[in-house]
Each structure stands twice: as C-alpha cells, then as structure tokens.
C-alpha cells in the first residue's frame, strides 16, 4: 500500500547532542509502526519533529505526498497529523469534553457551530468509554482515564497519522488488554499509527512492523520477532554481555 | 565631541548597567526571583548617600560601608519574608516567576510611596567629585570615572568569586539547575537567600555611584528596573559574562542616541535593543543555560 | 433529567426576566446623572471607567493568564491622542483615531513580544508605558514645542459618563459572548496549556495578538472618553503606571472565575481612593501595595473566591418565594455561570447515555 506518511533523512541537534540522526521512515494507512529503542534514543523526539512541537535541523516530512517540513505545529495538525504526549497532557482545570471540544472546533477540518462541537465531543468521549466522567475536571480524572480523553482529544482532530507516545504504559494486565484493543481498532479503520513503546507484548500484538532506534539511530527495521532477536538490538537495550 | 568620547562616555554607564544587571541577575539567574521593585533599593541607596553626604558630609564611598550591608539584610529578609513562601507556593517555574512578578510589583508601590512621603517627590542632586578630569586626551567629570572604576572593580569581584571559589561555583550550579544542584548537597534555599541579598547589596553599591552624578527622585526606579532587565535577557539569563557584555552595549548605544538624536529616548533605546534581541537571538547574545 | 419542551419554556422565560432585569438596571444607571450631585456623578464615572479597564484586561489576562502590565500604556495613548488631535478633528473622529491607535500599539507589541514567551511580554508591557511617555515628552518638547494640550471641547460629564455605560454594557456583553464561544474556549485552553493548544489546532499566536487588540481598543477608548473632563493634558499625566496597578489589583482582589467579579473589586478601590486620594495621596500608593501583596499571599481567588467559599460554607440558601427578587436571582445565575459545559451539554450526554446503557442509567 502507498505510503501516507514519509520521512526523508530527519536530523535535529541541540548543541553538541544529535538527538535524531538521519531518519528516515514510512507508514501506510491501517499500519502500525513500532518505535522502540533504549531511553534517550530520539524516540520521542522524532516523535516531536513528526508531529511539529520540534523543527527538524533538516530532512523532509511528507504527507500524502505534500511536503510538510515548514509547517508549525498547529497546521500540522490540520494536515491530519495529530499525538498524545509521553506524560498525558490537558488542561487541567478545564472539564474533560473541553478539550475534547477544542480539538472539534480547531482541529477537525470543517467548521462545527459551538453547540454541535459538544455533541461530537460527547461522541469521541463515549468512544473512549469516559463519557461519564465528560465533566469532571481533568486533573481530577484517573490515569486511565487522562491517558482515554486525551486520546479522544487526538481523535476528535480527524487524524490519518497518530503518534502515540508511551500511551500503554503504566497499565495494568487487563487494563494493557483494553489498549491493544483501542489501538487496534484505530489501524483497523484506516489510520497510521506509530507507536512508541517499551511494553513488548504490546510492539509484538499490534506492530506490523517495528524500527529500533539508538543514540537518533536506526539500527534495525522488520517485522517484531525478527527485530527483537537482532544481535544489535540487544546489544543495545542490554549491552554486550547477553548479545 | 568625536564619535569615540561618546562611545566612551557610554561605555561609563554601562559599566554601571552592568553592575545594575549583575544583581538583578543574581536574583532572577539564581534565585529564581523577578523582582520588579529591584530599581527601588537603587533609588534607597541613592537617596541614603544624598543624606549622608550633605547633612554629615559623609564620602559616599564610606557611606556605601553602611548602606551596603543593610541594603543585603534589608534584601535577605524580603528573600525570607516575602519571597519563600511564593517558592514553596509555586509547582513550576514559570509559576514562581508570575507570582513573584505580582508580589513585586506590589512591594514597587509599597517602597516608592514610601519614599515619596519621605523625601518628597523633587529631584535630588549633590556635587561630590564634579570636576573634570583629562584622560588621554579626553574629557570626563571625575565622579563617572570613579563610578566606572569601582563598577568594573565589584565586576571583577563578582566573577573572580563565582568562577574561582567554591561558593561561586555553587551558585553557578543553583542559575544552571537548582533540582540538580540540590541533589548534589547544595542548600539551595539558604544559598537562593544570599544570592537574592547579594543583588541587593550590588544595587545599592550601583545606587550610591549613580547618585554621585546623577539627579534622581522617588520615581526613577522603574527605569533601572527595565534597563536591568533589557540587559540580562540580552546578555543571557544566568550569564553574568553576558551581562557585563550587554550592559556596555547598553550603555553605549544609549550614550550614541543621545548625542545623535536625543537625550530624553534612553527607555525607547533599551527597548529597540530589547525587542531586536528577542526578535533575532530569543535565548539572549550568549544563549542561556 | 432530560430537558423537556416545558422545562425549556420555563428556561427561556426566566432568561427573557434576566435580560429584563439587566436592562432595567442599566436604564437606573443611565438615569442617575440627573439624580444625583456632580461630585456623586464624578465617582460613578471614575468606577464605570475602572470597571470597563478592568474587564477589558481580564478578557486578555483572565483567559490567557499572561499579566498585562501595559494598560497604562493603551488608557495614556486614548486620552493622549484625543488631547493632541481636539484642535484638528471633530470629537468623534478623534476617538476613532485613538481607537486605532490603539489598535496598532497592541498589534505591534502583540506580534513581537507574544510569540516568545509570556514572561517576555510580562516584562515588555511593564515598562510599556514608562516608555510611551518618553516619547510622547521628546514628541512634544522636539516637534511641537509645547509640554501638554488643552482640551476644551464641549461634552459634558454626564455625556461623557452615558458614554462610558455604553461602553460597560458592551465590554459586559464581549466577555459574556466570549464565554460562550470558540474563540473563548480556545483562549482558556491556551492559558491552562499552550502545548495543548497547538496540537488542537489552535493558531495560539495570533488567538493572543486578536485577545489583546481587542483588550486594547477598549481600554484605549475610555481613555479617549476620559480627555474631554481634563482642561490640560500632560503626558506625564495621561501616562500613570498607578492605572495599570489598580487595574491588576481589581482584577485581582474581585477574582477572575466569574464575569462580575471586577465588579466586587473597583467599587471598593475606588471609593476607597476617593477617600485617600485627597487627604493622602502617597499613603495610597502604599496602601494598596499592601492590598495587593495581602491578595497574592492570602487570597489567590479574590473576594469572589473568597464568597463563593463562605457560600458554599453556609449551605444550602432558604428558598425565597419568586416574587421580585426571583429575576434578580435569575440574573445573578445568568451573568454567574462559569464556563464548563453549555447548557445544552448536559441534556445532551444524558441523552446518549441513556440511548446507549440503560442499565446502567443512575437514579439522580
């Protein structure tokens, strides 16, 4: 299938310190793209660079063709390119469909009047199974729940490309259970998913192919199980000895 | 008056932005604190060598002996006082940053109506060392040439302190990372006060050698207050090299302003600097940590 | 609970009182020029003027939680501007050049110095008005000559006060409809989190230039309102930082959750400075820093948090029959609903969960 999202030699440093180095990478509508690698290997901010949060020192974001690379952040996420942050992030004074409803009213494309944005917001909210909680206040919700709304807010935005950031950690078993599902359900209808984790069960479950990054490297790129029993790649979580 | 006497002239008062800057960059660098009332010791320690040097005839570089000392207590308390409990108070930086910012600017109008009912709102103006002096051929009034002189003397101490003892050290670990600095032993909020009361003491030290050659009243806080600021976003938050650098520059351009197109544009000038700065180099002509 | 046809009805009735009862209010308000004594009229015209200052500030501060420092800056250029323009434009025409001006200032103070950082623009709007002063001062010393304008127009203090009202009731309405609205929810959003801001999709630069052009154009304009009562202006007067200090200390001390909390907060201030002002002109200065130092150490959310707490405190009200203070009530309610959810929402989610879990439908 044509590749939605491409990413052509991204590289960014801050100061002395190549954070990302010469990545380049693909994600095809319904696919799921694992990022895996130790900590401090440029996950996240590749993740950044994709999404926009960052500017990339150089290299090409492409999607569906369209050169991105010069957009700011906000754009970006009306080219359908949206993310969930490592530590959940959303205003936290404001009652949960809030921000739900930002992500309506800004993000989706279309205008939507005001007092539609809130029944479209309740929509992706109960799609989410926290429609109960819509107007609790954020920071008043459970991790869970956080971790739900805030992936509602990201859905609310009509995405095609979602960067999930380390959005199945911290779960528990059957808790981890519900995520798989939620996730692929995502790919399921249509949309690239990169998924930066360090749960494998989860990289295993869903990932229809997975790229191992180290020190803003790609040291490896396949399906999971032949990734994970790569030489290099163990050298590099757990160094030499158990290579 | 060749372009090179003005350049010269404004490098004597930015020798003493510069100090004005160092402080203020000791509270906000290290500390942690905007403290917006921070022109108002100026101006104290301005009007306490006013008093001192005509009704007891007092030199005002003595008369720093005592102004100076009480000005860093005076300092240390409001640090103790007024400033702790906004650090305890405060979850992020950019929190403490917003309340300090308010609790100032309340203590500005507290010590600025004070001292307007003390001393009246007119200006003040004393002659201590007012004769010219030659220097290679240029002219300077003696009493900029010493505050020049003992500006760059403070600096000096300053930077020999932080870049050669261990204390100086410690505070340059509490401007780069104060959780880091913490987790390697460094009492981070006694060291926080005596930086807070260290910026004090520079300003009252800046304030007694403006007030040799400069007529001053209650009000002219405000703008020592913006310069100091201007100054340390140009030079860098933390950097006290770049403080140094950006307070000549100030003092400089200030001085080329005022020769060429007018004496009274000296705020305009700091903020057209200010605004060139965050426009072209947002993190300062030196970066900040 | 859903909302049936007849709850709406009684809704909408009891909306329709409030409106009512708003209207009767500002209709008292306007009468009193002819019904009370000149000094009472001055007073009243120093409280609507802070009033429309302060709301105009909590629009852009209250929402983006970036301190506005600079109206100083945006009151001095309207009466200033006015001033300078009386003896070349008709009155009229020279509030709408003020108005732009005003416009401008914040345009170009917005673009360079909100895009950075808040802080940044903290610090900016601080000595903003310090520096329109210098300017105005070499201005008028360099190309004009003079140090201060006359202003002798004929509009009287009570034009000037149903002025001001109009104005009140319209800064009023801005803020309510602000609300309500996308761009006042994404203002909120931007206060509480910019990073969250713009991966919504929110253009978060140029939401803080249009909040605070629109914040500046009315204070510029009770500025240039506020002219015509002075015979001779001088920049050192149009340009009082002490106006941009009460204005934050009001905003402050009345609280910032609710639309008439500014309103818990000048009335206090002014009549307080009314007292101070003549017998003590620099104890106020003192005064109200240690007002305002009080306010940020003890009482964060201002005198409506602080009634809010004892309301909730007290407990339930008793229950007063409808009567006459029912629409006043009605109205209170009305101009007192923080922004959560819009009305509808509620009805609007219950609905749904009904649709979709019976079962599980909770008895209320």
């Given at each position: 299938?044509?590749?939605?999202l491409?990413?052509?030699?991204?590289?960014?440093?801050?100061?002395g310190?190549?954070?990302?180095?010469?990545?380049?990478?693909?994600?095809?509508?319904?696919?799921?793209l694992?990022?895996?690698?130790?900590?401090?290997?440029g996950?996240?901010?590749?993740?950044n660079?994709i999404?926009?949060?960052?500017?990339?020192d150089?290299?090409?974001?492409?999607?569906?063709?369209?050169?991105?690379?010069?957009?700011?952040?906000?754009?970006r996420?009306?080219k359908?390119?949206?993310?969930?942050?490592q530590?959940?992030?959303?205003?936290?004074?404001?009652?949960?469909?809030a921000t739900?409803?930002?992500?309506?009213?800004?993000?989706?494309?279309?205008?939507?009047?005001f007092?539609?944005?809130?029944?479209?917001?309740?929509g992706?909210?109960?799609?989410?199974?926290?429609?109960?909680?819509?107007?609790r206040?954020?920071?008043q919700?459970?991790?869970?729940?956080?971790?739900?709304?805030?992936?509602?807010?990201?859905?609310?935005t009509?995405p095609?490309?979602?960067l999930l950031?380390?959005w199945?950690?911290?779960?528990?078993p059957?808790?981890?259970?519900?995520?798989?599902?939620?996730?692929?359900?995502?790919?399921?209808?249509?949309?690239?998913?990169?998924?930066?984790?360090?749960?494998?069960?989860?990289?295993?479950?869903?990932?229809h192919?997975?790229?191992?990054?180290?020190?803003?490297?790609?040291?490896?790129?396949?399906?999971?199980?032949?990734?994970l029993?790569?030489?290099?790649?163990?050298?590099?979580?757990?160094?030499?000895d158990?290579? | 008056?060749?372009?090179?006497?003005?350049?010269?002239?404004g490098?004597i008062?930015g020798?003493?932005?510069?100090?004005?800057?160092?402080g203020?960059?000791?509270?906000f660098?290290?500390?942690?604190i905007?403290?917006l009332?921070?022109?108002e010791?100026?101006?104290?320690?301005?009007?306490?060598?006013?008093w001192m040097?005509?009704?007891?005839?007092i030199?005002?570089?003595?008369?720093?002996?005592?102004?100076?000392?009480?000005?860093?207590g005076?300092?240390?308390?409001?640090?103790r006082?007024?400033?702790?409990?906004?650090?305890?108070?405060?979850?992020?930086?950019?929190?403490?940053?917003?309340?300090?910012i308010?609790?100032?600017?309340?203590?500005?109008?507290?010590?600025?109506?004070?001292?307007?009912?003390a001393f009246?709102?007119?200006?003040?103006?004393?002659?201590?060392?007012?004769q010219?002096?030659?220097?290679?051929?240029f002219?300077?009034a003696?009493n900029?040439?010493?505050?020049f002189?003992?500006?760059c003397?403070?600096?000096?101490?300053?930077?020999?302190?932080?870049?050669?003892?261990?204390?100086?050290?410690?505070?340059?670990?509490?401007a780069?990372?104060p959780?880091g600095?913490?987790?390697?032993?460094?009492?981070?909020r006694?060291?926080?006060?005596?930086?807070?009361?260290?910026g004090?003491?520079?300003?009252?030290?800046?304030?007694?050698?403006?007030?040799?050659?400069?007529?001053?009243?209650?009000?002219?806080?405000?703008?020592?207050?913006?310069?100091a600021?201007?100054?340390?976003?140009?030079?860098?938050?933390?950097?006290?090299?770049?403080?140094?650098v950006?307070?000549l520059?100030l003092?400089?351009?200030?001085?080329?302003?005022?020769?060429?197109?007018?004496?009274?544009?000296?705020?305009?000038?700091?903020y057209?600097?200010?605004l060139?700065?965050?426009?072209?180099?947002?993190?300062?002509?030196?970066g900040?940590? | 609970?859903?909302?049936?046809s007849?709850?709406k009805?009684?809704?909408r009735?009891?909306?329709?009182?409030?409106?009512?009862?708003?209207a009767?209010?500002?209709?008292m308000?306007?009468?009193?020029?002819?019904?009370?004594?000149?000094?009472?009229?001055?007073?009243l015209?120093?409280?609507?003027?802070?009033?429309v200052?302060?709301?105009?500030?909590?629009?852009?501060?209250g929402?983006t939680?970036?301190?506005s420092?600079a109206?100083?800056?945006?009151?001095?250029?309207?009466?200033?501007?006015?001033a300078?323009?009386?003896?070349?434009?008709?009155?009229?025409?020279?509030f709408?050049?003020?108005?732009g001006?005003?416009?401008?200032?914040?345009?170009?103070?917005?673009v360079?110095?909100l895009?950075?950082?808040g802080m940044?623009?903290?610090?900016?709007?601080?000595?903003?008005?310090?520096m329109m002063?210098e300017?105005?001062?070499?201005?008028?010393?360099?190309q004009?000559?003079?140090?201060?304008?006359?202003?002798?127009?004929?509009?009287?203090?009570?034009?000037?006060?149903?002025?001001?009202?109009?104005?009140?009731?319209?800064?009023?309405?801005?803020?309510?409809?602000?609300r309500?609205s996308?761009?006042?929810l994404?203002?909120?959003?931007?206060?509480?989190?910019?990073?969250?801001?713009?991966q919504v999709?929110?253009?978060?630069p140029f939401?803080?230039?249009a909040?605070?052009i629109?914040?500046?154009?009315?204070?510029?304009?009770?500025?240039a309102?506020?002219a015509?009562?002075?015979?001779?202006?001088?920049?050192?007067?149009?340009?009082?930082?002490?106006?941009?200090?009460?204005?934050?200390?009001?905003?402050i001390?009345?609280?910032?959750?609710?639309?008439w909390?500014?309103?818990?907060?000048?009335?206090?201030?002014?009549?307080?400075?009314?007292?101070?002002?003549?017998?003590?002109?620099?104890?106020y200065?003192v005064?109200l820093?240690l007002?305002?130092?009080?306010?940020?150490y003890?009482?964060?959310?201002?005198?409506?948090?602080?009634?809010?707490?004892?309301?909730a405190?007290?407990?339930?009200?008793?229950?007063?029959?409808?009567?006459?203070?029912?629409?006043l009530?009605?109205?209170?309610?009305?101009?007192s609903?923080?922004?959560?959810?819009?009305?509808?929402?509620?009805?609007?989610?219950?609905?749904?969960?009904i649709?979709?879990?019976?079962?599980?439908?909770?008895?209320?």
């Open positions: 299938m044509a590749a939605l491409e990413v052509e030699a991204l590289r960014k440093a801050f100061g310190l190549v954070a990302v180095n010469n990545m380049s990478l693909s994600v095809a509508p319904g696919e799921v694992g990022l895996i690698g130790p900590n401090g290997s996950k996240t901010t590749l993740l660079l999404a926009g949060t960052l500017r990339s150089s290299g090409r974001i492409l999607m569906d063709g369209e050169d991105v690379t010069a957009l700011p952040n906000h754009l996420v009306r359908r390119i949206n993310r969930t942050f530590l959940v992030r959303a205003p936290p004074n404001l009652p949960a469909i739900v409803m930002a992500g309506v009213l800004y993000g989706a494309g279309e205008r939507v009047r007092k539609d944005a809130g029944y479209e917001a309740a992706w909210l109960g799609e989410m199974n926290v429609l109960t909680k819509a107007d206040r954020f920071d919700l459970t991790y869970i729940e956080q971790k739900r709304v805030e992936l509602a807010r990201a859905l609310a009509r095609r490309v979602l950031d380390e199945l950690s911290g779960l528990s059957s808790e981890l259970e519900g995520g798989i599902s939620v996730v692929w359900s995502l790919a399921a209808r249509g949309i690239a998913v990169i998924l930066v984790e360090h749960v494998m069960t989860a990289v295993r479950a869903l990932c192919r997975v790229i191992v990054m180290n020190a803003g490297s790609k040291i490896a790129e396949g399906p999971p199980d032949a990734v029993r790569d030489g290099e790649v163990i050298r590099a979580y757990l160094g030499d158990d290579a | 008056m060749p372009a090179i006497e003005v350049v010269l002239g490098m008062l020798g003493l932005y510069a100090l004005v800057a160092i203020f960059n000791l509270q660098g290290m500390a942690r905007v403290n009332a921070y022109g010791f100026l101006m104290g320690a301005a009007f306490a060598a006013f040097f005509t009704l007891a005839s030199n005002p570089l003595l008369g720093m002996l005592a102004s100076v000392p009480v000005t860093f005076a300092n240390w308390l409001v640090y006082v007024l400033m702790m409990p906004l650090v305890r108070r405060a979850r992020t930086r950019q929190e403490l940053e917003g309340e300090t308010l609790a100032t600017f309340g203590l500005l109008f507290v010590l600025r109506g004070l001292a307007t009912l009246s709102a007119d200006n003040r103006y004393y002659d201590y060392l007012g010219p002096l030659q220097i290679f051929g002219t300077f003696a900029r040439v010493l505050a002189a003992m500006a003397v403070f600096t000096a101490a300053i930077l020999l302190v932080l870049n050669r003892t261990r204390f100086g050290t410690a505070l340059r670990a509490l780069i990372d959780v600095a913490e987790l390697v032993g460094i009492d981070v006694a060291l926080s006060g005596i930086a807070f009361a260290g004090g003491a520079l300003v009252a030290v800046a304030g007694t050698l403006v007030s040799t050659f400069l007529t001053f009243n209650p009000a002219i806080g405000i703008e020592f207050t913006m310069k600021l201007v100054v340390v976003i140009m030079g860098g938050i933390g950097n006290i090299g770049g403080s140094l950006a307070g520059l003092g400089i351009a200030e001085a080329l302003c005022s020769y060429y197109v007018d004496s009274g544009l000296t705020l305009a000038v700091a057209a600097l200010f060139i700065v965050l426009v072209v180099r947002p993190r300062g002509l030196f900040t940590a | 609970m859903t909302e049936t007849e709850d009805r009684i809704r009735k009891r909306a329709a009182a409030a409106v009512g009862a708003l009767m209010l500002v209709a308000l306007a009468a009193l020029p002819w019904l009370v004594s000149d000094y009472s009229l001055s007073l015209l120093n409280l609507i003027c802070y009033l200052l302060t709301i105009a500030w909590a629009l852009f501060s929402t939680r970036l301190v420092l109206t100083s800056a945006f009151y001095g250029v309207g009466m200033y501007t006015v300078m323009l009386i003896k070349v434009l008709p009155l009229y025409a020279a709408a050049v003020a108005i001006a005003g416009a401008v200032l914040a345009l170009i103070v917005g360079l110095t895009r950075i950082s940044f623009f903290v610090i900016f709007s601080f000595g903003l008005s310090e002063r300017l105005m001062v070499w201005w008028e010393i360099n004009t000559h003079t140090m201060g304008r006359y202003v002798y127009v004929d509009f009287s203090t009570t034009k000037i006060y149903e002025h001001m009202l109009g104005l009140g009731v319209l800064v009023f309405l801005v803020g309510w409809l602000l309500r996308r761009f006042g994404a203002l909120l959003v931007i206060g509480e989190d910019e990073t969250v801001a713009r999709g929110i253009n978060v939401a803080k230039v909040i605070f629109v914040s500046a154009m009315f204070m510029t304009l009770s500025g309102l506020m015509p009562r002075f015979g001779f202006i001088n920049p050192n007067f149009a340009f009082n930082p002490l106006v941009s200090f009460q204005v934050v200390i009001m905003a001390l009345g609280g910032l959750q609710q639309l909390g500014p309103v818990l907060g000048v009335i206090p201030l002014i009549v307080l400075s009314e007292q101070l002002q003549t017998e003590f002109p620099f104890w200065s005064f820093g007002v305002f130092m009080v306010i940020v003890f009482l964060p959310r201002g005198l409506t948090g602080l009634l809010e707490d004892g309301w405190a007290l407990g339930r009200p008793l229950d007063l029959p409808r009567g006459f203070s029912g629409p009530r009605d109205a209170w309610a009305l101009l609903r923080p922004i959560s959810l819009p009305r509808g929402i509620a009805g609007a989610i219950e609905d749904r969960w649709k979709i879990m019976p079962r599980l439908t909770e008895k209320r």
